[in-house]
């Protein structure tokens, strides 16, 4: 019934901008953490950011932070990951994950944490 669906994906080159979308429909809004993730070929899985609906909090991993920013629209049920100054070694396949209900502790969870995973979109960064 939960479904993620991430999009705004494409090719940049360095210093350019993308929003990502990650789209939730049979999900519930209430209280939620919804984490954006990305995975380079070659390269493990990495956390890049999450937000956690209930009390605000964010995280941001230390190579993106100052740069990408996640924000929600419970409207649209929408988080987005804005992406600004892009480089090259932002290029992998980027997906979202949530989870519902309150969770408690500190962010980041840990990826076994999330209930629910997107297929992705892929992020390419030129120089």
């Known amino acids: 019934e939960v479904r993620l669906v991430e999009s705004g994906g494409g090719s940049v080159q360095t210093g350019g901008s993308l929003r990502l979308s990650c789209t939730a429909s049979?999900?519930?809004?209430?209280?939620?953490?919804i984490g954006w993730f990305r995975q380079a070929p070659g390269k493990e899985r990495e956390g890049v950011s999450c937000?956690?609906?209930?009390?605000?909090?964010?995280y941001y991993s230390d190579s993106v932070k100052g740069r990408f920013t996640i924000a929600s629209d419970g409207a649209k049920n929408t988080v987005y990951l804005q992406m600004n100054n892009l480089k090259p070694e932002d290029t992998a396949l980027y997906y979202c994950?949530?989870?519902?209900?309150?969770?408690?502790?500190?962010?980041?969870?840990?990826?076994?944490?999330?209930?629910?995973w997107g297929q992705g979109t892929q992020v390419a960064v030129s120089s």
């Open positions: 994950a949530g989870v519902e209900g309150i969770v408690t502790g500190d962010l980041p969870l840990a990826d076994r944490e999330y209930d629910y």
């Open positions: 049979g999900f519930q809004f209430n209280d939620y953490v």
């Open positions: 937000f956690r609906n209930t009390d605000g909090s964010t």
